[in-house]
């Protein structure tokens, strides 16, 4: 379960009485942590680039393909950390994580 990141995407523009959560449609998951996801981050300029911590000790730079069958792919894998990665996240422009 905490292994993968579960993607949605709004179906449309939302009603004011309509929140967030009821006008995402699931889309899939991506696969690629071998422990459970500790957190996510992305930006606003780049909202098709995912980055996500996990307790693998790792972090993984994901794109988001929402067009295609796949909702997504793993563009890098970044390892180094010692002990599980609790969080992560990204400066404004996303050229930068702190993990």
Same mark, same amino acid.
């Given at each position: 379960? +905490?292994?993968?990141l579960q993607c949605a995407t709004p179906t +449309?523009?939302?009603?004011?009485? *309509?929140?967030?959560?009821?006008?995402?449609?699931? /889309? $899939?998951?991506?696969? +690629?942590? /071998? $422990?459970?996801?500790?957190? #996510? =981050? !992305?930006?606003?300029?780049?909202?098709?680039?995912?980055?996500?911590?996990? /307790?693998?000790? !790792?972090?993984? #730079?994901?794109?988001?393909?929402?067009? *295609?069958?796949?909702? $997504?792919? =793993? /563009?890098?894998?970044?390892? $180094?950390?010692?002990?599980?990665?609790?969080?992560?996240v990204l400066s404004s422009d996303g050229q930068?994580?702190?993990?």
């Amino acid at each position: 379960q +905490g292994r993968f990141l579960q993607c949605a995407t709004p179906t +449309g523009p939302s009603s004011s009485s *309509q929140t967030m959560a009821e006008s995402l449609v699931y /889309r $899939g998951a991506l696969a +690629g942590h /071998r $422990g459970w996801v500790t957190a #996510i =981050a !992305t930006t606003y300029e780049q909202s098709n680039l995912v980055v996500s911590s996990s /307790r693998d000790k !790792t972090i993984m #730079i994901w794109e988001l393909t929402p067009e *295609q069958e796949a909702i $997504g792919y =793993a /563009r890098k894998l970044l390892t $180094g950390h010692c002990e599980p990665v609790a969080s992560v996240v990204l400066s404004s422009d996303g050229q930068f994580a702190l993990s």
